[in-house]
Every structure is written in structure tokens, then in C-alpha cells.
């Protein structure tokens, strides 16, 4: 029976002495049997009772306001001698030496639109303990990702190396912060080799929803009913709509259901979605300027209201004339003239998902002008992105955003006039351009890049032998399409459809 009523582990994944951290990491070798986890200290596991099931049990004997609990853990299991020497032989605890580079360049490019971590107390540990005091597993999970902006070469092998490690670290250590699991599963599942790998973004994001859900972070926790500092209260909300985004959005650009069900939570998420974006110090400069922190809090609480639409978009529910109107409605950004980096690629990010999410919302109701005219906002986008050098920044997640408006171009493309015809196809072409300038850091932008090329050719009639000379003419033998791409092109799902569409949907 849980001891205490209303607080969760205060523990985020950056305590000083984690059983992960290098701190803690004894080297023994084959054959000693050395804990290579220094003695645990004692803690507590977090843990949520339901309203059915065995939280009937609860409401016969009374009907308790919150239902967070926490009760005494087990102890912290050592590593087996054995399991240490692999993750040593993987690399498990060589951290890379630009480690504060990925660091730097995880604040400035993932957080702003992701806030899983809690960015304030996580640099006050780093400040104080350095690497040390990191949890190892978040910190290969961490950098997985921030890789894409580091200029390493080539970016997708250390990304794979890193989040392998991470995976690696997932699986063997039994790690039981569970809001550290969290928080690197969604961080894992920002990584995608190709389709064979059975551990990518749908799998990882599984993991995450399910232990977040085992913690209760779908549920509202009562202030009155908790001693959990509101800071942490609202950490927490945070973790659970970087859930909420993941599942919307990898359901929309996968065509796979939606994992989390709306009537499963109680959390009032809009109205708290202000993101962890509170300043810090990283080696001796404040992270963000006061009207960053404004800026991506209100990005944030933007995008999680979108989500939210987009979710009964998917779900095919008739949407409210309010959601018709915010999803419609374009926030006041800054121009990229007076306006920083950071801000301008966030507001950037935000464009183009709430792009995509119009057009969803346009196709389903056959509003042809309005999801033609968000298409070209769209290309609007990706053409300054290619104009000013910032295509670095761009986020693993634009390249399924790309594909609604991509759709609607190759609809055009059927057209019988031949001067939309021919527009549509320019258009595409700055896609296709787009894409191929980030396939030596996203794997998913070479398959998409790849798939409208030859779509574009069976449009045109061009068949593989007279695209393989016109190739072999322009000397760009590396960009010849494969015969299994004209195949793969067949089958391959289109975000804003159910199912996997026939050519009649391209018509």
C-alpha cells in the first residue's frame, strides 16, 4: 500500500550521483567481480493508482483527490561484470570530445521546440558537476540528436553511433528513473536509419507513452493534494505533451493510429503548455535572451494547441468552429531581419507544422484554394531556408512536414492545364532540391527525395533508361533511382490519408 500521498520522485535525470553517471562507472575487468555501480543511496519510485482496476480498491475505502503516489523502491541493481565489459567494449562510457559542443548545440537547436529536459536545474548540475553528474543514458540519448547540428562528418554515422549507445544503455542497465526513460525514449525516437530497423521512432515513442502513462502524467495533479514543487508539477506536464507531440505527429507523417486516447487524460494541457524555457547559464553565457524564452514559450503553447486539432483531424471528429479559427490563426512572429536565429528557425518550425496541419484539415474538407495556398507557404518556407544557409537548423521533423503540401503539388500536377501543370512541377523541384541538401544528415530525406523524383518521372513519362542517360549526360551518376524505387513508390503512404492511397488519390 503506498506510503505517501502526492509527491513523485524528485529525481529528473540530472542527480548528482546517478547510478548512470560516469561518477559512478567502476572499470573492472573480465572476470572481477567489482560492482561497477557504486553503492545506491536510498529513494523512492513513483507510481499512479487509476480509478478502475486496483484503484477500486482505493475508492471503496475513499475517493482520494490525487492519485500520485510514491512508495519505497528497490535498490539500484549493479551492473553484471560481464554487461559492463559489452557496454565498455561499445563505447557505452567514451564519451565523444566535442561532447560540450553537442551539449551547446542540444540547448540552441532541440530544446526551443522540444522541452523534454527541465533546462534550468539540468544546467545548474552541469554547471557544478560537469559531465559527472549527468545520467549517462540521457546523455547519448541528448546528443543522438543534437548531432544533426554539430558540423561532424559524416553527421548519420555518429548519430547512429550515439543513439545505439543510448539503446544500448536502455536495455542493459535497468535503469529505474522512469522520468529519465521517458525522456530518452522521446529522444530516441527522433532517430530513423530506414524501415528494416525495428527499433525506430514508432517503437520508441511506444515506450515513452507507456511509462509516462505508468507514472500518471496523463493525469491533472491537484496543488492542494500534493507536496511536489510547482516547478516540478510543471516539468512534468511538459514530458507528457512532448508525448502528446510525438504520437499526433508520428500518427499523421506514419499513417498508424494514435496511441494516446484523448478521453484516457485529464490533464488540462493547453493552458500549461509554456515549455521549461526558463534562462541558465552554459559556459559562462546565458542560453537564451529574455525575448527568446517569451518566443518559444508562446511557439510551444501554439503547437501543442495545433496537436491537439490535427488529433481530431486524424481521428476524423468534426472540429469546432474555435479549432477551425486557431488552427487557422498565424501568430505575430518576429521578421527574420530583427529577429535572432533561434527565434526565426522556431518560428519556422512552427510554420510549417501548422502548414501541414491546414492542409489536412483543407483535403478532408475539399478546399482545394486553401490547401493550395498553404502549400505555396510552405514552399515559401523551404525556399528561404535554402536562401539564407539555414538549412543546418532544419529538424528531423520537417521532412514528413514537407509531404502534405508535396501531395497537393502533385495533385496540380494531374491537372489539365498546362500552365498549372508546369508550375506545380517547379514547385516540386524546390522540394526535391530541399531534400537532397539534408540527405548526408537525414536518412528520411533521401527516401522522400527519391520517391517524388520518380513520381515526378512517371508523371512526365520519363522512363528509367532515358533517366539513366540524361544522368549519365549531366555527369550525376549518384543520383540515378534504382528499379526498387519505382516499386517502393507504389506502396508508399502519404501523411493526411488513412491507409495507403491508390494513384486515383493523386488525380
Known amino acids: 500500500m503506498p506510503t505517501k500521498s502526492g509527491a513523485m520522485s524528485t529525481r529528473s535525470g540530472h542527480r548528482a550521483q546517478s547510478a548512470l553517471s560516469l561518477a559512478n562507472v567502476v572499470a573492472s575487468g573480465p572476470g572481477n567481480s567489482t560492482p561497477a555501480i ?12 487509476e480509478e478502475r482496476g486496483y484503484g477500486d480498491i482505493l475508492n471503496a475505502l475513499s475517493k482520494p483527490k490525487n492519485r500520485h503516489f510514491y512508495v519505497p ?39 526551443p521546440t522540444f522541452p523534454v529536459i527541465d533546462a534550468a536545474p539540468f544546467l545548474q548540475s ?36 550515439y543513439a545505439n549507445r543510448a539503446k544500448l544503455l536502455f536495455d542493459l542497465t535497468q535503469e529505474n528513473d522512469k522520468i529519465v526513460l521517458v525522456q530518452s525514449a522521446l529522444l530516441l525516437s527522433f532517430w530513423f536509419e530506414d524501415g528494416e530497423d525495428v527499433k525506430q521512432s514508432w517503437y520508441w515513442s511506444s515506450i515513452a507513452i507507456s511509462v509516462a502513462q505508468t507514472l500518471g502524467l496523463h493525469c491533472e495533479i491537484e496543488l492542494a493534494a500534493t507536496t511536489s514543487p510547482v516547478t516540478q508539477l510543471n516539468h512534468w ?8 507531440y510525438r504520437d499526433v505527429w508520428l500518427a499523421f507523417g506514419m499513417g498508424r493510429p494514435l496511441r494516446i486516447r484523448a478521453e484516457d487524460c485529464n490533464a488540462s494541457l493547453i493552458a500549461s503548455a509554456n515549455g521549461s524555457f526558463a534562462s541558465g547559464i552554459l559556459y559562462d553565457q546565458e542560453v537564451y535572451r529574455p525575448e527568446e524564452e517569451t518566443g518559444f514559450a508562446k511557439s510551444w503553447r501554439k503547437l501543442i494547441a495545433i496537436s491537439h486539432v ?43 507544422h501548422q502548414n501541414a496541419a491546414i492542409i489536412a484539415m483543407a483535403r478532408r474538407g475539399g478546399m482545394k484554394e486553401l490547401s493550395n495556398e498553404v502549400a505555396d507557404a510552405t514552399t515559401t518556407t523551404l525556399q528561404a531556408l535554402l536562401n539564407d544557409g539555414s538549412l543546418e537548423y532544419a529538424a528531423p521533423v520537417i521532412i514528413p512536414l514537407l509531404v502534405p503540401a508535396a501531395v497537393t503539388y502533385l495533385s496540380t500536377a494531374k491537372s489539365a492545364e498546362a500552365e498549372a501543370r508546369c508550375l506545380a512541377h517547379e514547385k516540386l523541384k524546390v522540394y526535391v532540391e530541399f531534400l537532397s541538401a539534408l540527405e548526408d544528415n537525414y536518412p528520411a530525406a533521401s527516401i522522400l527525395s527519391h520517391i517524388l523524383e ?18 549519365m549526360h549531366s555527369q550525376l551518376e549518384d543520383q540515378i533511382i534504382q528499379p526498387w524505387d519505382l516499386s517502393w513508390t507504389e506502396h508508399a503512404w502519404l501523411p493526411g490519408t488513412v491507409g495507403r492511397p491508390s494513384r486515383e488519390d493523386f488525380a
Request: some cysteine.
Open 38 to 49: 557504486l553503492e545506491p543511496s536510498p529513494r523512492t519510485a513513483a507510481i499512479s493508482v
Open 73 to 111: 523502491a528497490r535498490a539500484e541493481e549493479v551492473l553484471a561484470a560481464e554487461d559492463l565489459e559489452y557496454l565498455k567494449s561499445k563505447g557505452c562510457f567514451n564519451l565523444p570530445g566535442n561532447c560540450k559542443e553537442l551539449i551547446k548545440a542540444y540547448f540552441q537547436y532541440v530544446h
Open 126 to 161: 552541469y554547471a557544478v558537476s560537469g559531465l559527472k553528474g549527468i545520467n549517462l543514458l540521457l546523455l547519448w540519448s541528448m546528443i543522438s540528436v543534437s548531432a544533426s547540428y554539430v558540423a561532424n562528418s559524416p553527421q548519420k554515422a555518429y548519430k547512429k553511433t
Open 237 to 244: 506536464r511538459h514530458i507528457w505533451q512532448c508525448c502528446i
Open 310 to 352: 490535427l488529433r481530431d483531424i486524424i481521428s476524423d471528429k468534426e472540429l469546432t468552429t474555435a479549432q477551425d479559427l486557431s488552427l487557422r490563426d498565424r501568430p505575430n512572429a518576429t521578421s527574420p531581419a530583427t529577429s535572432s536565429v533561434l527565434l526565426t528557425r522556431v518560428n519556422r518550425h512552427l510554420e510549417l
Open 454 to 471: 520518380v513520381t515526378l518521372d512517371a508523371m512526365t513519362g520519363e522512363t528509367i533508361d532515358q533517366k539513366l542517360e540524361r544522368a
